[in-house]
């Protein structure tokens, strides 16, 4: 599930472009699967070892064991759940190959914040009134919020994923890209068990190792979940009380919610506005933002307040533009994507009722993937920390692309452009190619 810091969430980036596109409108919630049969652990790659002193995968898993006694789990817990705790390389392989969001931010909201999901989360808030209004009472989370991240997440539970969690986890565990995180997520796992919430059989999710409904990672299981319908479990992958609770009290206590404010609006920017102003880490009043010329996307204008406000352009000075207030930096530490990020507010703010996004009147350029690599390489040896030279578009190399482009004197917007990229390379700009706004 969330990403309270960009430690706990990387292996989530791939999730809801991994899911069944297709699912039809309010899809029944189904049961998790029954018991998988017994695995065999498969070997563990020859680096796994390093670090850890040398010590094979059954070393590895006693002193897992032994930490875990320690932290308060029973040993009847950890003989229930020992024979999942087996290496899986093939999770190890995934977690090493995984491919974060490289897509137009039209091109994956227009899947994943699809009119059948807006409309499945307002029919699933009508359905559990209650519940919804229970959480934004206690927590003060509106109910688009947490129906957006339950629909991006798992389409409303139809797709939690069908791998036994114990497995996962503690195969990621003994690698060593993560190897701290997953120790202490295997642990927390083993502390759901411990305090009745779930069986090991029970532990069913995604590879990544996160649990229910909107995907907690243990850790996430363990410090927020509640028992919101009274059964005595925590249980967020059949309860759908629980799933809202729960969700609620993460975003507020532990993404640092701030009631009654919002998220993220559309607005509409005028062609003369400071670019380099536009980041994420720049936050003016809405004042300053209405001197500048931004308005909604008819045309009314913004407040005339003090309430602090960036503008996010997640596809550049010629793509849809964004009012991103202090709340959604509960979206980014959710999932530290942009695109996932931006599409989530979007979504609830849709599901809340705002009006379809605008679609730009011409094309948006994206350079192709390995133009967008070579040029993190330029960045990189321009003294640039962009994270790692992946060919995606990250928080990193947005803001290395914003530097160069106030070097060089374009707009700057945090878009590569070839103009760009023939900037860097000491050349002269070429046809930019195009991707199509669908």
Same mark, same amino acid.
């Not at 932290?71 to 950890?78: C, D, E």
């Not at 120790?183 to 990544?208: F, Q, Y």
């Not at 980041?279 to 308005?295: E, H, I, M």
């Given at each position: 599930?969330?990403?309270?810091?960009?430690?706990?969430?990387?292996?989530?980036?791939?999730?809801?472009?991994?899911?069944?596109?297709?699912?039809?409108?309010?899809?029944?919630v189904t049961p998790p699967p029954a018991r998988p049969p017994a695995s065999k652990a498969t070997a563990p790659s020859p680096r796994a070892a390093s670090c850890h002193n040398g010590q094979n995968f059954d070393r590895f898993l006693?002193?897992?064991?032994?930490?875990?006694?320690?932290?308060?789990?029973?040993?009847?817990?950890?003989?229930?759940?020992?024979?999942?705790?087996?290496?899986?390389?093939?999770?190890?392989?995934?977690?090493?190959?995984?491919?974060?969001?490289?897509?137009?931010?039209?091109?994956?909201?227009?899947?994943?914040?699809?009119?059948?999901?807006?409309? %499945?989360?307002?029919?699933?808030?009508?359905?559990?009134?209650?519940?919804?209004?229970?959480?934004?009472?206690?927590?003060?989370?509106?109910?688009?919020?947490?129906?957006?991240?339950?629909?991006?997440?798992?389409?409303?539970?139809? %797709?939690?994923?069908?791998?036994?969690?114990?497995?996962?986890?503690?195969?990621?565990?003994?690698?060593?890209?993560?190897?701290?995180?997953?120790? %202490?997520?295997?642990?927390?796992?083993?502390?759901?068990?411990?305090?009745?919430?779930?069986?090991?059989?029970?532990?069913?999710?995604?590879?990544?190792? *996160?649990?229910?409904?909107?995907?907690?990672?243990?850790?996430?299981?363990?410090?927020?979940?509640?028992?919101?319908?009274?059964?005595?479990?925590?249980?967020?992958?059949?309860?759908?009380?629980?799933?809202?609770?729960?969700?609620?009290?993460?975003?507020?206590?532990?993404?640092?919610?701030?009631?009654? *404010?919002?998220?993220? *609006?559309?607005?509409?920017?005028?062609?003369?506005?400071?670019?380099?102003?536009?980041?994420? /880490?720049?936050?003016?009043?809405?004042?300053?933002?209405?001197?500048?010329?931004?308005?909604?996307?008819?045309?009314?204008?913004?407040?005339?307040?003090?309430?602090?406000?960036?503008?996010?352009?997640?596809?550049?000075?010629?793509?849809?533009?964004?009012?991103?207030?202090?709340?959604?930096?509960?979206?980014?530490?959710?999932?530290?994507?942009?695109?996932? /990020?931006?599409?989530?507010?979007?979504?609830?703010?849709?599901?809340?009722?705002?009006?379809?996004?605008?679609?730009?009147?011409?094309?948006?350029?994206?350079?192709?993937? %390995? *133009?967008?690599?070579?040029?993190?390489?330029?960045?990189?040896?321009?003294?640039?920390?962009?994270?790692?030279?992946?060919?995606?578009?990250?928080?990193?190399?947005?803001?290395?692309?914003?530097?160069?482009?106030?070097?060089?004197?374009?707009?700057?917007?945090?878009?590569?452009?070839?103009?760009?990229?023939?900037?860097?390379?000491?050349?002269?700009?070429?046809?930019?190619?195009?991707?199509?706004?669908?």
């Amino acid at each position: 599930m969330p990403m309270n810091c960009l430690g706990s969430r990387l292996a989530v980036a791939t999730i809801a472009v991994s899911f069944a596109l297709s699912i039809p409108a309010f899809a029944q919630v189904t049961p998790p699967p029954a018991r998988p049969p017994a695995s065999k652990a498969t070997a563990p790659s020859p680096r796994a070892a390093s670090c850890h002193n040398g010590q094979n995968f059954d070393r590895f898993l006693a002193d897992v064991k032994s930490q875990a006694v320690a932290a308060g789990v029973s040993q009847r817990t950890i003989s229930e759940a020992s024979p999942y705790l087996v290496y899986d390389q093939g999770i190890v392989n995934r977690d090493r190959g995984q491919r974060v969001f490289g897509q137009l931010f039209t091109e994956f909201a227009g899947r994943m914040a699809a009119p059948y999901r807006m409309q %499945n989360g307002q029919q699933r808030i009508k359905q559990h009134a209650a519940a919804f209004a229970r959480a934004e009472k206690e927590y003060g989370v509106p109910p688009a919020v947490i129906a957006a991240f339950w629909g991006l997440e798992s389409d409303f539970g139809v %797709n939690m994923g069908n791998l036994p969690t114990l497995k996962s986890l503690v195969s990621l565990a003994y690698d060593c890209r993560r190897s701290e995180m997953f120790v %202490n997520e295997t642990i927390a796992a083993l502390k759901i068990i411990d305090r009745g919430d779930l069986t090991p059989d029970e532990m069913i999710g995604s590879w990544a190792g *996160e649990l229910g409904q909107t995907q907690f990672l243990p850790v996430h299981y363990v410090n927020y979940a509640v028992d919101y319908d009274g059964d005595g479990r925590r249980d967020l992958l059949r309860s759908e009380d629980d799933v809202i609770g729960s969700t609620a009290n993460y975003i507020a206590n532990g993404l640092k919610w701030r009631r009654g *404010e919002p998220w993220l *609006e559309e607005i509409k920017v005028p062609q003369n506005l400071p670019w380099d102003q536009t980041d994420l /880490s720049v936050q003016l009043p809405r004042s300053k933002w209405a001197q500048f010329g931004v308005t909604y996307p008819d045309g009314r204008p913004l407040p005339n307040d003090n309430l602090a406000a960036s503008v996010l352009l997640p596809m550049g000075r010629n793509g849809p533009a964004f009012m991103a207030y202090a709340n959604f930096a509960a979206y980014t530490e959710w999932n530290n994507s942009l695109i996932y /990020s931006t599409t989530a507010g979007y979504l609830a703010s849709r599901i809340a009722g705002a009006a379809p996004m605008r679609r730009p009147a011409g094309q948006v350029a994206q350079l192709p993937f %390995n *133009e967008l690599k070579q040029l993190q390489q330029l960045l990189v040896q321009a003294g640039f920390n962009v994270g790692k030279v992946d060919g995606v578009l990250g928080q990193q190399s947005r803001a290395a692309v914003k530097a160069m482009q106030i070097k060089y004197g374009l707009p700057a917007d945090s878009w590569p452009t070839a103009e760009l990229l023939a900037r860097m390379r000491g050349g002269t700009a070429q046809a930019q190619p195009t991707a199509t706004i669908r």
